[in-house]
């Protein structure tokens, strides 16, 4: 997942909420989690699902 400056000072919540999603959507109680600042997003990140 790729944040914004805004996003990436947020990342604890950010990534608090996905897991809980993940959890209640879905019933998946672990899950890894991988995020990228936009200044250092991986080149073609748009391949991966996320422009």
Known sequence: ??????GWQQLESVKAEIKEQLKTRFNIAHSSLEFEHS?????N??????E
Do not use: F
Request: proline fraction near 0%; glycine fraction near 6%.
């Open 39 to 43: 200044d250092h997003a991986h080149q």
């Open 1 to 6: 997942m790729v944040l914004t400056e805004t």
């Open 45 to 50: 990140a748009y391949l991966y699902g996320h």
